[in-house]
């Protein structure tokens, strides 16, 4: 089962400040919902937190180092191992080929060696942030599409969607 991250980064690698996203794109949450729908998504105890309820449609799961924590609607694991195999499991019940890992940076950092695609909404602006995606190593990861975008929200942000695979 393939494992895909999905995220959106700013020019200098933001991807949130005070467990929010630092800007407000809803093109981009779209994108999110329609690449993630009905697959397994892992996440942080803070990205779930940010949530505020399980995303529907999806199986939420969640890692955390708290063992009481048991938000409901959720699978709670403590591993990224855990979440990996609990989401391999979901997959192969329900006939999918792609897992996705949604944030946040801890999770991203722990997965990065492991994942084979990378959805990413590239913000061409920087923010201020808090919390990073981790740098690309470029000649591991080979561009498959690209979509650009500009927002007419107010400010408005050029941005595109970007799908990268991992070179064999």
């Not at 005070?18 to 690449?35: E, I, M, Q, S």
């Not at 890692?63 to 855990?82: C, F, M, W």
């Amino acid at each position: 089962m393939r494992i895909a991250m999905i995220a959106a980064v700013a020019e200098n690698g933001a991807i949130g400040i005070d467990n929010k996203l630092p800007w407000y794109l809803p093109g981009d949450l779209r994108y999110f919902k329609a690449v993630t729908m009905g697959k397994p998504i892992i996440m942080g105890r803070k990205t779930f937190d940010s949530l505020r309820k399980p995303l529907p449609g999806r199986t939420n799961i969640v890692i955390t180092r708290d063992s009481n924590y048991q938000p409901e609607g959720v699978k709670v694991v403590h591993s990224l191992d855990a979440a990996l195999s609990l989401a391999e499991e979901v997959g192969l019940i329900n006939g999918l080929d792609e897992m996705m890992i949604i944030g946040g940076e801890q999770i991203y950092r722990l997965a990065m060696e492991r994942a084979d695609r990378l959805y990413l909404t590239r913000v061409y602006q920087s923010f201020e942030g808090d919390a990073w995606f981790p740098e690309l190593d470029q000649t591991c990861w080979s561009e498959s599409q690209r979509e650009d975008h500009f927002s007419e929200d107010e400010p408005p942000l050029k941005y595109s969607y970007q799908v990268l695979d991992r070179v064999q």
